[in-house]
């Protein structure tokens, strides 16, 4: 029984370590100048923040012999689709010349559009 019980803090463990990331991300999305950086620091954060909380849910309903296959595919399509949206979404702010925070220092993909013609 006290198995269960140490088990059951790792799952509440995972679970606020995922709330904690996923408040960082939501103070870089106020903090950070532009697009760009908010984009990245959601997509790290949010990212790991809802894995972590999923995983946490995931094991705590597993010690009880209850094996959830939405939590496992949402797990899964969280990982897969998340960073790939927000470099989509990125890359379409680029194509539309939002510009870059003055605090940035380099953009290297103007320089690989100008020597080879497209962003591809």
Same mark, same amino acid.
């Given at each position: 029984?006290?198995?269960?019980?140490?088990s059951?803090?790792?799952?509440?463990? +995972?679970?606020?370590? &995922?709330t904690? +990331?996923?408040?960082?991300?939501?103070? &870089?999305?106020?903090r950070?100048?532009d697009?760009? /950086?908010?984009s990245?620091?959601l997509?790290?954060?949010? /990212?790991?923040?809802?894995?972590? /909380?999923?995983?946490g849910? +995931?094991?705590?309903?597993?010690?009880? &012999?209850?094996?959830s296959?939405?939590?496992?595919?949402?797990?899964?399509f969280?990982?897969?689709?998340?960073p790939v949206?927000?470099?989509?979404?990125?890359?379409?702010?680029?194509?539309?010349?939002?510009?870059?925070?003055?605090v940035?220092?380099?953009?290297?993909l103007?320089?690989a559009?100008?020597?080879n &013609?497209?962003?591809k």
């Amino acid at each position: 029984m006290s198995v269960i019980i140490q088990s059951e803090y790792v799952a509440v463990l +995972f679970i606020l370590i &995922g709330t904690i +990331f996923s408040f960082l991300s939501a103070v &870089g999305l106020i903090r950070l100048p532009d697009i760009y /950086t908010r984009s990245h620091a959601l997509s790290k954060g949010s /990212t790991i923040g809802v894995l972590f /909380t999923l995983v946490g849910t +995931f094991l705590f309903f597993a010690l009880d &012999g209850f094996f959830s296959i939405r939590l496992f595919l949402g797990i899964f399509f969280v990982f897969l689709t998340a960073p790939v949206a927000a470099h989509v979404i990125v890359r379409a702010a680029y194509r539309s010349n939002v510009p870059l925070a003055k605090v940035s220092v380099q953009d290297d993909l103007q320089e690989a559009i100008r020597n080879n &013609g497209s962003d591809k």
